[in-house]
């Protein structure tokens, strides 16, 4: 039983916060093209757009690499989650009360400091409490809640678009923008109701907690879950012998640095794939492909579904096909979609073949399915499995800021190359994802069914402070440890 699924009423309801955050992403695009929007911020340029984008990752990358790792260690993954969700709320409202771009601007930003603390928190939580074999399936459920809530915005978004009349002008964009406080206040008072990370209490010396945990969690008793609980605490042990305080040491330690450059690549490649030039402006990318206002709306909906379901499948093979062949395959499927969207706008510009117009809409949806098998997920799992214990909330935080700094590069960019160089923008992130299958199949490991502790040694050995090496496999095998009460 301490192998099985129990975990999942907590799988499924922590990604409420990605929920939230997911929708702050969809619904933006969906404003764009709101008439009231562009008149309640003075008509934005292109430049004003991309700033708008790009700003909020400006604030999740300060998030992500200089707060997610010690709210994260210091309040535990659950209440570092609140705390982010409530800063997130914070800047909701501001964007939903904006009457000028600096107060949109402002509240971006605001909101991009909570994204990066509750969005490290909760796949740390994941991969924390999940069993070995599941946890891609876990930390998958992270994604499948993003997805949702991009899904759920643009249909927001379109429903409130026929509301083009009287005071729906102004109305409607902020209306749709508040709904994102449905979610947030679901996570939130869920909070308490949810045990915490049994590996951070154990790291926090509340080994009885731990074991009533992971026994809560797993649908065991504490026997049954005592030899995890002994894994787990050997390897606690060890780490602490061996604490990581300065993020200098990601650069030093061999063993750190390779774990730290391949989930920091994933993480920018996860972006410069032109996911997120896709998302942010799915609604002008269909407009551009041949739709109009309104039905560009609708496809940006049936786009979101679609990336849904595509997640929710993605679940259930990932553990199965492995982490390298999701993100391989899912690479080369984006390259091939944007090739044919960049060629067929260049060859009838303009809109003006039908037939290629639906062919570029299919491929939009196509990307959707190579992102949502591959980079969606997969970067956020391998990101999240593979530091050690006594630095893995600062390494994951570090190597998600490759996310933000991808995002601002395309939030900026995105608009301003489309005005400038038109279709061949989708050549350019095209190359990304070629080069992005032909990195992981060089460089990067198999992550599946291993359990967090025995990927400690699967990325090199550790150097311990008398210059020798070791492995908290050695410490497990040779040492006692005693988690409540009991000696292993």
């Known amino acids: 039983m301490a192998g099985s699924c129990s975990a999942a009423p907590s799988c499924r309801w922590v990604p409420s916060s990605a929920i939230f955050w997911g929708y702050d992403i969809g619904i933006l695009s969906t404003i764009y093209v709101s008439p009231g929007f562009k008149a309640a911020l003075g008509f934005p340029s292109s430049g004003d757009i991309g700033l708008i984008t790009a700003i909020f990752y400006a604030g999740q990358f300060i998030g992500f690499a200089f707060l997610a790792g010690p709210v994260n260690n210091r309040l535990g993954r659950r209440w570092a989650g609140f705390c982010g969700v409530v800063v997130l709320c914070i800047g ?39 069993p ?11 994604q499948v809640g993003i997805v949702f809530g991009i899904s759920m915005a643009f249909w927001v978004g379109y429903g409130y678009s026929f509301w ?5 002008i102004d109305l409607e964009w902020r209306l749709s923008n508040a709904m994102q406080f449905v979610p947030a206040l679901m996570f939130l008072s869920g909070v308490p109701f949810i045990p915490e990370s049994p590996r951070w209490l154990i790291e926090h010396d509340h080994a009885d907690e731990a074991a009533k945990a992971l026994s809560k969690l ?22 602490k012998e061996n604490s990581i305080t300065s993020a200098k040491v990601f650069l030093k330690e061999k063993a750190l640095w390779s774990r730290l450059w391949r989930a920091w690549a994933l993480s920018f490649l996860q972006q410069m794939s032109g996911a997120a030039g896709i998302r942010y402006y799915l609604p002008t990318n269909f ?14 909906g049936i786009d979101g579904t679609v990336q849904v379901a595509c997640t929710v499948a993605a679940m259930f093979f990932i553990d199965k096909l492995g982490r390298r062949h999701s993100l391989g395959i899912g690479a080369i499927i984006m390259a091939f979609c944007l090739m044919i969207n960049g060629a067929l706008q260049l060859a009838y510009p303009d809109q003006s073949n039908s037939s290629a117009n639906y062919c570029n809409i299919f491929f939009i949806f196509l990307f959707t399915v190579g992102y949502s098998m591959g980079f969606g997920p997969c970067a956020w799992i391998y990101a999240s499995e593979i530091f050690p214990a006594n630095c893995r909330s600062k390494g994951l935080g570090l190597s998600v800021s490759g996310a933000s700094l991808g995002s601002i590069i ?15 923008v989708y050549f350019v992130f095209m190359s990304f994802n070629v080069f992005s299958a032909v990195l992981v199949y060089l460089f990067y490991p198999e992550t599946k069914k291993k359990t967090l502790e025995e990927l400690d040694a699967h990325f090199g050995k550790l150097n311990i402070h008398n210059g020798a090496e070791a492995s908290p496999a050695k410490v497990f095998e040779h040492d006692h440890v005693e988690i409540s009460g009991k000696t292993a």
């Open 92 to 130: 909701a409202a501001l964007q939903t009360g904006a009457i000028h771009l600096a107060m949109m601007v402002i509240g971006r930003i605001i909101a991009g400091l909570g994204t990066g603390v509750v969005s490290t928190s909760v796949p740390l939580y994941l991969s924390e409490i999940a």
């Open 132 to 142: 070995a074999q599941h946890r891609g399936f876990y930390v998958a459920a992270n």
């Open 164 to 168: 083009n009349y009287g005071n729906g």
């Open 218 to 239: 797993r649908g065991a008793t504490l026997e049954e879950v005592q030899p995890e609980l002994d894994e787990i605490h050997a390897n606690i042990l060890w780490h």
């Open 287 to 300: 407009i551009a492909a041949g739709t109009s206002k309104d039905l560009s709306l609708l496809a940006s």
């Open 410 to 424: 395309v939030g900026q960019v995105w608009p301003i190359a489309v005005a400038n160089i038109g279709p061949r």
